[in-house]
């Protein structure tokens, strides 16, 4: 199984986020830090399984002083054997992490750290309210290579005012660093965001749709000629450092969540109908996770039970973000009927219409499929 660790605080709060984040809180990291140790503890009886993989996201880990990082790490580690852990990523803001930050997380067991880049302009990290320029994503690079961890950088394209050579820019800045990983997403403006409420207002305007299909395109084109080969929608890695932990999710292997409006998959149980598995998901306020942490009220962890035919959807929509697709004889075996059975027709008129290809026992969306992968997805939803 994996874990996911989630760390809620940040210094600033950027102007696209919609994360569970909160700056000004760092008073609240000590007691936060023991409340994921305890609720380890609550829940290990409920995911027995190894751990495989480890993922320490945010917020910003890199703010947790070491002190509490150790503490953090060593008390989840007397929980879940974290020997056999193949891949453990933690997540940092290159504005605020330091060579002691970098050297105590790799001597704790990260092999894998993941630096929001999001763009190389100061006019594109100013739009997202960033905190850190590329100087400090280059520092942040060297230092984890000098901890010998792998690295990923995360980018945002589509962001309001970015022009097509600003993101060819981006990218080649970021190729210059040699990550082993880049993860590329659109921008997605959330609800109740600066950014939204800039958009809305007539203030910003995003890129035309034309011109972010041609970022993509780009991105594909750039990070495939560097050696970074796409293996999902948003990810790229050199040959062997696809992000494992990813891949679990897309896989559906179960996971366990702890901390702030964190989710969790538990291992799936096999039903007449098929197989179902629930879904927990955490509160998203402090005052309710403490709360959730020190009693017996688990009413505040939302349990939501899913069906076999929303088990059969979301192995399409997961699997079919990879570019590895979705295996028949595994679809079957998880599910105990096959593809055929399960949408039949629906998937032979995706593939005449030049979304999805079907060879050799395996379903994968085509390049017009990625495009057009919603309209896929709400045809198959059950
Ligand atoms: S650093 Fe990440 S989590 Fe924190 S505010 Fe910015 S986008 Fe959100």
Redesign the pocket.
């Known amino acids: 199984m994996e874990l996911y660790l989630h760390i809620p605080f ?1 210094k600033k ?2 102007r696209y ?1 919609a ?1 569970t ?1 909160f700056p000004g809180q760092s008073g609240k990291m000590e007691p936060y830090v023991d409340a994921l140790i305890r609720e380890a503890n609550q829940q290990k009886p409920f995911f027995p399984e190894k751990v495989e993989t480890v993922y320490l996201g ?3 880990p890199s703010l947790l002083p070491e002190a509490l990082l150790s503490r953090l790490v060593q008390g989840i580690g007397e929980v879940f054997s974290l020997y056999d852990v193949a891949e453990f990523t933690a997540e940092a ?1 290159p504005g605020t992490v330091s060579v002691s930050w970098v050297r105590t997380a790799a001597t704790l067991g990260v092999t894998r750290f993941s630096f ?1 880049m999001q763009a190389y302009s100061e006019k594109d990290l100013n739009t997202l309210g960033r905190i850190h320029g590329y100087r400090d994503v280059c520092e942040a690079v060297s230092l984890a290579r000098d901890a010998g961890a792998d690295v990923n950088l995360d980018l945002i394209f589509g962001i309001p005012g970015q022009t097509l050579p600003d993101w060819r820019q981006t990218l080649e800045k970021a190729l210059e660093l040699s990550p082993d990983h880049i993860s590329a997403y659109g921008l997605i403006p959330e609800p109740d965001t600066e950014m939204d409420r800039r958009l809305k207002s007539g203030e910003w305007e995003l890129p035309d749709p034309d011109v972010e299909r041609a970022m993509y395109d780009l991105a594909i084109r750039l990070l495939a000629e560097s050696g970074l080969k796409q293996y999902e929608i948003s990810n790229f890695a050199k040959p062997g450092k696809e992000c494992r932990h990813n891949i679990g999710y897309w896989s559906q292997i179960p996971y366990l969540g702890l901390g702030l409006a964190a989710a969790s998959m538990t291992p799936p149980l096999k039903a007449s109908a098929g197989v179902t598995y629930q879904r927990l998901t955490n509160p998203d306020t402090f005052e309710d996770y403490f709360r959730l942490v020190s009693g017996p009220d688990s009413s505040l962890r939302t349990v939501e039970t899913v069906s076999p035919p929303e088990a059969r959807f979301e192995t399409m929509m997961l699997g079919l973000r990879m570019a590895e697709g979705i295996r028949e004889d595994r679809f079957a075996s998880l599910h105990g009927i096959s593809l055929q059975q399960a949408y039949g027709n629906k998937l032979e008129q995706f593939v005449r219409d030049g979304f999805l290809l079907w060879e050799d026992g395996v379903l994968r969306l085509t390049r017009k499929g990625m495009d057009f992968q919603n309209q896929v997805l709400v045809d198959l939803m059950p």
């Open positions: 940040c709060k950027c986020c994360f984040s945010g917020g910003t803001n929001g």
